[in-house]
Antibody
Framework: EVQLVESGGGLVQPGGSLRLSCAVS????????MSWVRQAPGKGLEWVANINQDGSEKNYVDSVKGRFTISRDSAENSLVLEMNSLRAEDTAVYYC???????????WGQGTLVTVSS | QSALTQPASVSGSPGQSITISCTATSSDVGSYNLVSWYQQHPGKAPRLMIYEVSKRPSGISNRFSGSRSGNTASLTISGLQAEDEADYYCCSYAGSLVVFGGGTKLTVL
């Protein structure tokens, strides 16, 4: 069974840092692009970042460039999002998603909530 | 403002058909053959319904169909059912980046 399980969310002060993880099982992790997608409370989906199969290509939405870093550990079958200089507007549920190509995000985790507040 | 514009809400009665549009408003939203659609129920993760404009993943009802005309992609749901009530998002590329539409809330009356 394909599973994606996010962890690491929580309450953090503005300017703080947080590390999100997505543990993957049930499929060959190293064969797929992976993405992080977030959803602010009561708002729509926003793509955050993606990474290719070997980690050599990464893309970010403009609002997180220079603050967030996506990475992957194929040995651990995990996807990571390092978030620094957090702002109130980063408050959201963060989902990891498998990308089968052609914008086919066919598997999603349950999400982890990040709250940036003083 | 998203480079993909969707109506905020649509509604229909059980058994009817509805269509949700997704219009590319930015000139850098290219390769409009790469459009996917996601369904999201409250408190749940999104679910892939359509990819590459009109293809259905396995397990998705043929009541869901996708199409494109010019810079507007559309999701049509026929034979509306109560469980179709959800938020729907289109998704495409803007350059090398991924963009989602603002989302459409479907209400089944």
């Amino acid at each position: 069974e394909v599973q994606l399980v996010e962890s690491g969310g929580g309450l953090v002060q503005p300017g703080g840092s947080l590390r999100l993880s997505c543990a993957v099982s049930g499929f060959p992790f190293s064969r797929y692009w992976m993405s992080w997608v977030r959803q602010a409370p009561g708002k729509g989906l926003e793509w955050v970042a993606n990474i290719n199969q070997d980690g050599s290509e990464k893309n970010y939405v403009d609002s997180v460039k220079g603050r967030f870093t996506i990475s992957r550990d194929s040995a651990e079958n995990s996807l990571v999002l390092e978030m620094n200089s957090l702002r109130a507007e980063d408050t959201a549920v963060y989902y990891c998603a498998r990308d089968r190509g052609s914008l086919r995000f066919d598997c999603w985790g349950q999400g982890t909530l990040v709250t940036v507040s003083s | 403002q998203s480079a993909l514009t969707q109506p905020a809400s649509v509604s229909g009665s059980p058994g009817q058909s509805i269509t949700i549009s997704c219009t590319a408003t930015s000139s850098d939203v290219g390769s409009y053959n790469l459009v996917s659609w996601y369904q999201q129920h409250p408190g749940k993760a999104p679910r892939l319904m359509i990819y590459e404009v009109s293809k259905r993943p396995s397990g998705i009802s043929n009541r869901f169909s996708g199409s494109r005309s010019g810079n507007t992609a559309s999701l049509t749901i026929s034979g509306l059912q109560a469980e179709d009530e959800a938020d729907y998002y289109c998704c495409s590329y803007a350059g090398s980046l991924v963009v989602f539409g603002g989302g459409t809330k479907l209400t089944v009356l």
